[in-house]
């Protein structure tokens, strides 16, 4: 186990076993490794910043290029 996993792992059991495991009912609509999502979106977003948040979520920020140069009049 890694370093980085640990706390994650901590992190993941806490609520857990204070409030429960909960089942969501939600659609999973692909079930694509995280690995496969980053190199797809590194791919269509170049340039995109990947974060990874806690209980295993991940945000992609891109920012659109040129945007800044725009000047409103």
């Known amino acids: 186990m890694t370093t980085l996993s ?3 792992t ?6 857990t076993r204070t409030r429960g495991y909960w089942q969501h009912n939600a ?3 692909t079930e694509l490794p995280h ?3 980053k190199d797809i979106a590194g791919d269509v ?3 995109m910043i990947w974060r990874r948040l806690p209980l295993w979520r991940h945000a992609i920020t891109w920012h ?3 945007l800044s140069t ?4």
Do not use: A, C, E, S
């Open 6 to 8: 640990k706390p994650r």
């Open 45 to 47: 977003l170049p340039d």
């Open 35 to 37: 690995t496969q999502v």
């Open 64 to 66: 659109t290029p040129g």
């Open 10 to 15: 901590v992190q993941r059991h806490i609520p």
């Open 27 to 29: 659609p999973i609509q």
């Open 70 to 73: 725009l000047t409103l009049d």
